[in-house]
């Protein structure tokens, strides 16, 4: 169902659209202003403008998809450095890295879902690194995850609160209106094909607005761990690990 939300919740846009042509043609009785033909150019320039968009947020929403296996890949690997070098340890020391590790998967996942900030996972990744200064090896491997891990966080941090080119937006609303503007205003030789042809063309628009603002950032959940929008990366990699690795889930 999740894939037809946003085509869903576009319908009303659309449904105005039509509404404003009707009552433009019927009601009001506002004689065209150009013919349909006369819009291809517009038409034509507002594609070309929401391909540009869509291949420049499609870049990091590739790029995002990689992030949650980055993220649990360094996470087991901590946690793998831990169990190889069991022996260095006492119970207690153990117990207490296997608990540190547990509660930087526990504020890793919260911080994607939206329940605090990052800064948590930062201080438990300190924590951890503070905790293995008995072993220089064990010390060296898992610094090296750690730092994976904080450069996945950051970047992702980077891709969830940046907004792509701002002057691209701007320049796709203004295209988007200008082209709708035009269709409600616009002569068709047949009723029928100008409620079909502004309908659909209305659709397709006002649709990929809304996809390449909710591509712009895949990592919209929300606290309860639902999805704000309709194209989220999905953070199975993530759930998946801390399943294998027997560490509580929120």
């Given at each position: 169902m999740i894939k037809w939300k946003l085509m869903l919740t576009t319908l009303p846009f659309v449904i105005v659209i039509l509404l404003c042509t009707f009552i433009r043609a019927e009601i009001l009785h506002i004689p065209p202003l150009l013919e349909f033909s006369d819009t291809a150019p517009i038409i034509t320039a507002t594609a070309l403008v929401i391909g540009f968009m869509l291949a420049g947020i499609m870049a990091d929403y590739k790029e995002g998809e990689k992030l949650p296996g980055e993220l649990a890949c360094a996470l087991q690997a901590i946690d793998d450095c831990i169990h190889a070098d069991v022996s260095l340890f006492s119970e207690a020391d153990f117990a207490t890295l296997k608990q540190l590790n547990a509660k930087l998967y526990a504020a890793v996942m919260s911080w994607l879902f939206n329940r605090e900030t990052a800064e948590k996972s930062y201080a438990l990744m300190r924590e951890m690194i503070v905790a293995t200064e008995a072993s220089v090896v064990f010390k060296n491997n898992v610094l090296k995850s750690i730092d994976t891990l904080r450069r996945n966080i950051t970047r992702l941090d980077v891709i969830r609160r940046t907004d792509f080119i701002q002057t691209g937006y701007a320049l796709l609303e203004v295209f988007?209106?200008?082209?709708?503007?035009?269709?409600?205003?616009?002569?068709?030789?047949?009723?029928?094909?100008?409620?079909?042809?502004?309908?659909?063309?209305?659709?397709?628009?006002?649709?990929?607005?809304?996809?390449?603002?909710?591509?712009?950032?895949?990592?919209?959940?929300?606290?309860?761990?639902?999805?704000?929008?309709?194209?989220?990366?999905?953070?199975?990699?993530?759930?998946?690990?801390?399943?294998?690795?027997?560490?509580?889930?929120?």
């Open positions: 988007v209106t200008i082209t709708l503007s035009l269709l409600v205003f616009a002569n068709f030789k047949n009723p029928i094909a100008q409620y079909l042809v502004v309908g659909a063309i209305s659709l397709v628009y006002v649709y990929m607005i809304r996809l390449i603002r909710d591509l712009d950032n895949p990592f919209d959940y929300n606290q309860d761990g639902s999805c704000s929008g309709a194209a989220e990366v999905d953070y199975f990699p993530l759930t998946e690990a801390q399943k294998r690795l027997g560490y509580p889930q929120e």
